[in-house]
């Protein structure tokens, strides 16, 4: 009796832990139902800020991406400048011969090469690329920087590119890592990013 009694409690508690792991499941499932058809641009007024914040502390900001590019080429660290300008074959020789050019030239002005940021212009790149005011929303950042030695100012202009585009509250606002796509001086037209011209 004593031996039948304790395998009938094993068994109820068995079924009773059953039961409430049955249970936690099911709870979890619905709640990460609920975040799911929620969607991720709910969080986004909590995520954003904070992303926000880790991507200047990590220097993935297009301002950061210019000044080690810069900081690089001053140094004569050619291949560490380039390495934040990668190749794309896509765009074929002149781009290459770009890069290495615009990089050379500004390698030109030596360790006492300095800069300012002029104009930041921040475009969307979700659907139709299109200037915005929010930089929360930026894939594309256009910046107009004067590169200087000494009283011998030139214009340049850092295309700055989140790769894969970006959406904003729609992906909650996730941390951007910016890449240069082109670098040119102010008077020439971007051979990446080209939106207005070809329009």
Not at 82 to 109: C, F, I, K, Q
Not at 113 to 137: A, M, N
Request: contains cysteine; proline residues 7%.
């Amino acid at each position: 009796m004593l031996v039948g009694g304790f395998t009938l409690w094993r068994t109820r508690r068995r079924e009773r832990l059953w039961s409430l792991a049955s249970s936690v499941v099911v709870v979890l499932g619905v709640a990460f139902t609920a975040l799911g058809w929620l969607g991720v641009s709910t969080f986004a007024p909590v995520l954003g800020p904070v992303n926000r914040l880790v991507e200047r502390v990590s220097g993935e900001t297009p301002q950061a991406k210019v000044s080690l590019y810069l900081a690089f080429v001053a140094r004569g660290e050619r291949d560490k400048a380039l390495a934040l300008w990668p190749v794309n074959e896509r765009l074929g020789p002149g781009y290459e011969a770009r890069r290495h050019s615009v990089t050379m030239e500004l390698e030109d002005l030596g360790p006492e090469l300095s800069h300012r940021l002029l104009k930041i212009e921040w475009w969307s790149t979700c659907c139709e690329p299109h200037v915005i005011t929010d930089s929360r929303w930026s894939g594309f950042a256009r910046l107009w920087v004067e590169v200087s030695k000494g009283n011998e100012p030139r214009r340049y202009v850092f295309d700055v590119l989140v790769p894969g585009g970006y959406w904003g509250d729609m992906e909650g606002y996730p941390v951007r890592h910016w890449q240069i796509v082109d670098v040119y001086p102010a008077r020439e037209k971007p051979l990446w990013w080209r939106w207005p011209f070809d329009q």
